[in-house]
C-alpha cells in the first residue's frame, strides 16, 4: 500500500485562537470513536494556545503571551488547566495518546516579542533573546514574534530549545506558520534540524503557501512532511475552485518525499469562535462538500478537518468515513488529465485487493448542472470482461454504452471505445473506479 498523508482535525475553523482544553479532548474522543477506524488519527491546536486574551476575529496586540523563563511559550493555564505548575501540554497529549491518537500544535516563526523586551537567557546557550532577535524580518500579520537572526548561533540554540521542550510534552505533529510567505529557507532548515535534534519523530506541516513556487520543491522535501499550497480556505467556492489550478501543478510531486497541502477542510460546524465569520454550518453545498474532498483526494493532499466534530451534522461526518472514497489515498500517478470550460478531469491509478484498477474524478465547475459524455479513454478508465464502472459517492453502477459508429448522442466518443453519461450538478463531481485501460 502507498503512504498515505497526514489526517486528522485542526481547531482553526472553529475556534481560531480560543480553543479549550475541553473542546480539544471533546474532539479527540469523537475522532477516535468516529474516525481513527479510517484513517484520521491527528488532532492539532492552532494558534494563540498562550494567550490568556484570545478572542475571536482576530490577533492582540501586545498580547500577555505566557511564556517560562528562557522565553518559550507556554498554554494558557485558564483554556489549559492540566498545564499548570509548569506541566505543558504533557498531561493534555498525554490523554490524546491515551484514545490511540497524535497530538499537534501550532507554531510561529520566530522569537516572542515580550522574551526579547525582557531579554531572557535561552536555555542551553550563552546568548540572549534580544542577540538572536531581527525586527526587519518579523511576522507581516501577526503581532506576537519577532524573527530571529540566523546569522547568530544563538538562533539555532532558540529552536533547538523550544523543540525539546515540545518532545518533552510528547508533541507528534507541528504546524509552522509565517514560513512560506514570504519563503524563509533558513528557518525551515533551522526548524528541521531542532527537531532532528530531539530525537523524537514529528511530522512538520509549513504555512500558510500563498504564491508558493514549485521551485522549493527539493527544498521542501528535504525538511517537512507537508506543505500548503495556498493561503487560509474557507467555505466558499471561489476558494475551493482556485485550488484546482493549484493542485493540477502540485499533485504529481506527492507522495513520501511531502505532502502538498490545499489547506485544512472546512466542512461542518465551523466559525464558532474563529478568526472569519459567525457560527455557522459551512456555507458550501452538498455538491461543493463532495467536490472539494474529491479533490484533495484526487491530488493526495493531507485531510485536516476544521469543523467541530461533536456538533457536526451526520452527513457531513459520513463524508470522512466512506472508505471506498479513502482509498483514492493509496492511488498513483495523480493529475489533472484535462480542463476545457467548466470540465475537469483527474486520474489516477492503483491496487484493490489486489486487482488493479483506475480512478477518475469529473467535476462540473458551472453554476448550472450539466449532461457530459465521456470517453472511456479520456478517463483512463476501461472495461474489460468482469469489470464495472462504480460512482463511489453514490454507490451506483454505472452504464457504459459501446459506441459502434458516429453519433450525436455519443459526440465526440471514438468507434470502438465507451462512452459514460454523466448528470451533473452545479459544482459537482462524479467519482468513478473502472478497471485500468
Not at 511559550?73 to 505543558?88: E, I, M, Y
Not at 546557550?125 to 519577532?146: F, K, L
Not at 514570504?182 to 506541516?205: F, K
Not at 461542518?268 to 461543493?288: K, Q, S
Request: aromatic content about 8%.
Amino acid at each position: 500500500m502507498t503512504p498515505r498523508p497526514p489526517m486528522g482535525w485542526n481547531s482553526w475553523d472553529c475556534y481560531g485562537t480560543t480553543v479549550t482544553e475541553d473542546e480539544v479532548l471533546a474532539n479527540a474522543r469523537f475522532m477516535a470513536e468516529h474516525l481513527l477506524a479510517h484513517g484520521f488519527d491527528t488532532v492539532v491546536v492552532d494558534i494563540d494556545w498562550s494567550d490568556p486574551t484570545a478572542r475571536s476575529h482576530g490577533y492582540n496586540p501586545e498580547a500577555p503571551l505566557q511564556f517560562d523563563g528562557n522565553g518559550r511559550l507556554v498554554p494558557d493555564p485558564g483554556r489549559f488547566p492540566s498545564s499548570a505548575g509548569g506541566a505543558g501540554f504533557r498531561p493534555l497529549a498525554d490523554r490524546v495518546h491515551a484514545l490511540g491518537l497524535k497530538f499537534g500544535i501550532h507554531t510561529m516563526r520566530g522569537i516572542p516579542r515580550l522574551a526579547v523586551a525582557a531579554d531572557l537567557p535561552i536555555a542551553g546557550s550563552p546568548h540572549t533573546a534580544r542577540q538572536v532577535a531581527v525586527e526587519t524580518n518579523s511576522c507581516e500579520w501577526n503581532p506576537d514574534m519577532v524573527g530571529l537572526d540566523h546569522t547568530h548561533p544563538g538562533a539555532q540554540d532558540y529552536y533547538d530549545s523550544t523543540l525539546a521542550l515540545y518532545a518533552e510534552w510528547g508533541v507528534d505533529f507541528i504546524k509552522a506558520d509565517d514560513m512560506l510567505w514570504p519563503y524563509q529557507a533558513a528557518d525551515i532548515e533551522a526548524y528541521s534540524r531542532a527537531i532532528a535534534s530531539t530525537g523524537r519523530e514529528m511530522q512538520l506541516s509549513l504555512s500558510p503557501g500563498r504564491d508558493l513556487s514549485l521551485s522549493r520543491l527539493d527544498h521542501l522535501r528535504e525538511h517537512a512532511t507537508m506543505w500548503r499550497i495556498c493561503d487560509d480556505l474557507w467555505d466558499r467556492w471561489g476558494d475551493v475552485e482556485a485550488n484546482f489550478a493549484r493542485f493540477a501543478r502540485w499533485a504529481p510531486h506527492a507522495g513520501e518525499q511531502g505532502w502538498p497541502d490545499g489547506d485544512m477542510l472546512p466542512l461542518g460546524r465551523i466559525g464558532i469562535r474563529a478568526e472569519r465569520g459567525e457560527p455557522r454550518d459551512d456555507l458550501l453545498t452538498p455538491d461543493e462538500r463532495r467536490s472539494l474532498l474529491t479533490l484533495w483526494l484526487m491530488a493526495r493532499s493531507p485531510l485536516m478537518i476544521g469543523g467541530d466534530l461533536p456538533s457536526t451534522r451526520p452527513e457531513t461526518i459520513a463524508l470522512f468515513t466512506n472508505d471506498e472514497v479513502l482509498a483514492v489515498l493509496d492511488s498513483l500517478d495523480n493529475r489533472e488529465l484535462f480542463r476545457e470550460g467548466d470540465t475537469v478531469l483527474w486520474g489516477a491509478r492503483g491496487i484493490r485487493e489486489g486487482q488493479p484498477v483506475a480512478w477518475a474524478a469529473c467535476f462540473n465547475l458551472a453554476d448550472v448542472g450539466r449532461e457530459l459524455v465521456l470517453d472511456l479513454g479520456n478517463l483512463g478508465l476501461g472495461t474489460g470482461e468482469g469489470s464495472q464502472l462504480v460512482e463511489l459517492w453514490s454507490g451506483e453502477r454505472l452504464l457504459v454504452e459501446p459506441v459502434d459508429g458516429q453519433s450525436d448522442r455519443a459526440r465526440g466518443v471514438a468507434p470502438g471505445s465507451g462512452a459514460v453519461r454523466l448528470n451533473l450538478p452545479a459544482h459537482g463531481v462524479a467519482l468513478l473506479r473502472g478497471a485500468t485501460l
